[in-house]
Every structure is written in structure tokens, then in C-alpha cells.
């Protein structure tokens, strides 16, 4: 099964609107952490966000957030107000455990950003 | 120098042909990592190295051989590399304290695109 499951693979969404890009995972270890990753078309991948197992808020960072379902195993990024600049990939990871190791990715969202 | 640094951005090499990619990273992180991003398909974790010790290798091809002379600085060299070895690939730093999962995000260099021929 996979780890982690990013079923849009392409998504278009007018500036100044929010959006959001859906990403569930899968494990039965309660510790893990899970990261939301940019990769605009020069390759770089930039870290936007962290939502920790046991965290009991949601993470958000400036437009930035993380919509975090525990239950459901799902951990939604949502964009505020998008601009042309977000336009990009954008993976969902997670790292199961303690151990480093475990770090797995989706397959990405391509995120078109409209003016 | 700030951050991880890859070098080539590009590479183009035929299948007899011997290379290496060089990773430098200025985070003062202790674990290294790296990664083979082919189109359509999730990031692949290749090898991991924590304090300059080899801790993973997920089934990489011998024709992919790391090198960690230090925490600083990671090699990947490669021979008689095959046409579906053409990918991006990614190199990533992160400092590991152990214990539990915690807010250790990788750091990602900018990448070396690699063709095969």
C-alpha cells in the first residue's frame, strides 16, 4: 500500500483564491510527522509546512495551512489567496517513527495558478 | 554558500561512461540524503547517511555508488548507468537529534538533472 496518496494530480485555481490539494497517508505508528514540499520548475524542493502526530492545533505558516483529520488520515495543505507564484508541484511527505529513514513521498499536485 | 549545493545542474553521459554528482550542504546537519525523482513517479529514497555512516540502501542498482568523506559533503558515482537512470537527482541534509518524530525537515539542493544516452 502506498504511503502517501496525492490523487490530483493537476489542479487550476484563480489568483487571489484559496485552494486546496488533498493528501492521506497511511501508517499504525502512532509518532510521525508530515511535511508539505514546493518544487517550482527549477527542481529546488522548499519546505512549507510540518503538522506533527501529536500536535493538537492545525500548523499554519502565512498563507500556509495545513488542515490536519487524524481520523481520516488526511492532512490537506490549503493555500490563502493565491498568486501567480505558487504555481508549482507540491508534495506531500511523511516520516513514520523515529527513525529518519522512513521518509516518504506522494506522487505530487501541479498547481496552475491562473491570472 | 548557503544551504545544499548540488553540482552539475545538468549532466548528459553515455552508458560507459564513469561520473559523480557532489552534494554540499552549509546547515551543520549530521544526516544526508539521496534522492532519484523520475517523471510521474513519487521521490525515491536511495541512501541515507547519518554521521557519515551508511544507514539505508533501498535496493539502489550497484551502478549507483555514495560516497560520505564527511558530514559536509556527499558523492553519488556513477558507471554503466542505464537510458531509465535518466531522473532528477535530489540531494537533502537534515539534523537528527533521535527520539521521537519531530520537526526534522529536509533541506533539498536544487537538483542535477541527469540524461543517459
Known amino acids: 500500500a502506498q504511503k502517501i496518496t496525492q490523487t490530483q494530480p493537476g489542479m487550476f485555481v484563480q489568483e487571489k483564491e484559496a485552494v486546496t490539494l488533498d493528501c492521506t497517508y497511511d501508517t499504525s505508528d502512532p509518532s510521525y510527522g508530515l511535511f508539505w514540499y514546493k518544487q517550482p520548475s527549477s527542481g529546488e524542493m522548499i519546505f512549507l509546512i510540518y503538522q506533527g502526530s501529536y500536535d493538537q492545533q492545525n500548523a499554519t505558516e502565512g498563507r500556509y495551512s495545513l488542515n490536519f483529520q487524524k481520523a481520516r488520515k488526511s492532512a490537506n495543505l490549503v493555500i490563502s489567496a493565491s498568486q501567480l507564484g505558487d504555481s508549482a508541484m507540491y508534495f506531500c511527505?511523511?516520516?513514520?517513527?523515529?527513525?529518519?529513514?522512513?521518509?516518504?513521498f506522494g506522487s505530487g499536485t501541479k498547481l496552475n495558478v491562473k491570472p | 554558500e548557503t544551504g545544499v549545493t548540488q553540482t552539475p545542474r545538468h549532466l548528459v553521459m553515455g552508458m560507459t561512461n564513469k561520473k559523480s554528482l557532489k552534494c554540499e550542504q552549509h546547515l551543520g546537519h549530521n544526516a544526508m540524503y539521496w534522492y532519484k525523482q523520475s517523471a510521474k513517479k513519487p521521490l525515491e529514497l536511495m541512501f541515507v547517511y547519518n554521521f557519515k555512516e551508511q544507514t539505508e540502501n533501498n535496493s539502489v542498482p550497484s551502478r549507483f555508488s555514495p560516497e560520505c568523506p564527511n558530514s559536509s559533503h556527499l558523492f553519488l558515482h556513477l558507471h554503466t548507468l542505464q537510458p531509465e537512470d535518466s531522473a532528477l537527482y535530489l540531494c537533502?541534509?537534515?539534523?537528527?537529534?533521535?527520539?521521537?518524530?519531530?520537526?526534522?525537515?529536509?533541506?533539498f539542493g536544487p537538483g542535477t538533472r541527469l540524461t543517459v544516452l
Open positions: 537533502a541534509s537534515s539534523q537528527e537529534s533521535g527520539g521521537r518524530s519531530s520537526y526534522n525537515e529536509q533541506f
Open positions: 511527505a511523511m516520516r513514520e517513527g523515529d527513525n529518519f529513514n522512513k521518509f516518504y
